[in-house]
């Protein structure tokens, strides 16, 4: 950590700090921040960095809505990471298009730079996005586990009157206090006793300029992240530290921080914009019905040795395992258009 971490120097300003506040510094702050030191991988796994078939799986959903055509519609990439799914996607959809079309990422971490992908300029046209500006046409959203790296709040009621969790600094540790709230006074939400809403702001600018888009422009949002399908108004944050879980407020700037999304309310949110959404469903019935057995089998025949073999039937149950990835994950699609998704149930 540097020397002057701006929690500190915050929190040695401010009797308080709001909670999304503490998280964005712990994971993003310049020079300290998880996301600015530590690259997607080092202390947990996603999904494309386990199998190429993720993102093929993800390709061919992409080509059956769009009966490969995929026309004038840019793929736009939120948090790509590493960039391993991007990859993918831009190579498997070469292979059913055989046409270059443009793909945009933004990503606030600097690992990911154009030049890195620059062996596959000849199947894409690649744009890294500064700022989330976009161009007025269809686009296909994609966001796996972009929105569960996002900062939160939470708010509390207890004895009918609401409170907001912040952060304070108290003998050189970081303490949470709970401060009444105006917030709820103004909203009409359901919220009762002992409940912990969990909001994050930045999801929701992001969702709003996402939504207003696919309902002027057309195209889609695939989102693939954990959470229930339908989420309990309890605390899930939760900080991984060296691929152990530990208490966000003890290792602020070492952990990756996460919660868990509520599916039911981005559903929720779209139809306010006009917009169909199908799912959740887990990761596992996604990859299932767009063709990850059918793939897997496919892979297997050009394996020369045994290990390889082995490490392909471990990711391939990984990415499957209803305990696991499989079921924890969810996927969800929302799109302007009426589409036969039947199996989005
Ligand atoms: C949990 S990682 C997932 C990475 C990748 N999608 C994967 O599946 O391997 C979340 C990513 O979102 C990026 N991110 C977080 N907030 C962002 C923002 N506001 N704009 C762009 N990228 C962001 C982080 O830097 C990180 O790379």
Do not use: W
Not at 154 to 177: D, G, P, T
């Amino acid at each position: 950590m540097k020397k002057t971490s701006k929690i500190k120097i915050l929190l040695s300003n401010h009797k308080s700090i709001s909670m999304s506040r503490f998280i964005n510094l712990c994971l993003y702050e310049t020079g300290n921040g998880y996301y600015t030191k530590k690259k997607v991988g080092e202390d947990f796994v996603t999904s494309p960095q386990l199998s190429q078939m993720f993102g093929e799986c993800i390709s061919v959903f992409f080509s059956l809505i769009q009966k490969k055509t995929f026309q004038t519609t840019n793929f736009l990439e939120l948090g790509p990471g590493n960039g391993l799914l991007l990859r993918d996607l831009i190579r498997s959809i070469y292979k059913i298009k055989k046409e270059k079309i443009n793909y945009f990422f933004l990503e606030k971490s600097n690992f990911l730079k154009v030049n890195s992908l620059k062996d596959l300029s000849d199947k894409g046209n690649i744009t890294k996005l500064e700022k989330f500006i976009l161009e007025k046409k269809p686009y296909y959203f994609i966001c796996n586990e972009f929105f569960d790296a996002l900062p939160i709040n939470q708010f509390e009621r207890k004895k009918n009157i609401f409170y907001e969790k912040r952060i304070i600094l108290k003998n050189s540790k970081f303490e949470i206090i709970r401060k009444k709230s105006k917030f709820f006074s103004r909203k009409k939400i359901d919220i009762k006793e002992g409940d912990v809403l969990e909001i994050s702001p930045l999801s929701n600018l992001y969702l709003n300029k996402i939504f207003k888009h696919l309902n002027i422009y057309g195209g889609g949002i695939i989102i693939f992240d954990y959470g229930p399908l339908v989420k309990k108004k309890i605390d899930t944050i939760q900080a991984i530290r060296n691929k152990k879980i530990n208490n966000f407020l003890e290792h602020p700037y070492e952990s990756d921080i996460t919660y868990h999304i509520d599916f039911q309310e981005i559903k929720e949110k779209s139809l306010k914009f006009g917009l169909k959404a199908y799912g959740p469903i887990s990761q596992k019935k996604f990859l299932y019905y767009n063709g990850i057995n059918e793939r897997f089998i496919s892979l297997t025949k050009n394996l020369q040795s045994d290990k390889k073999l082995k490490a392909l039937e471990s990711n391939f149950r990984r990415l499957t395992d209803p305990e696991g990835m499989g079921g924890l994950i969810k996927c969800m699609y929302i799109s302007k258009k009426e589409l036969d998704l039947s199996y989005f149930k």
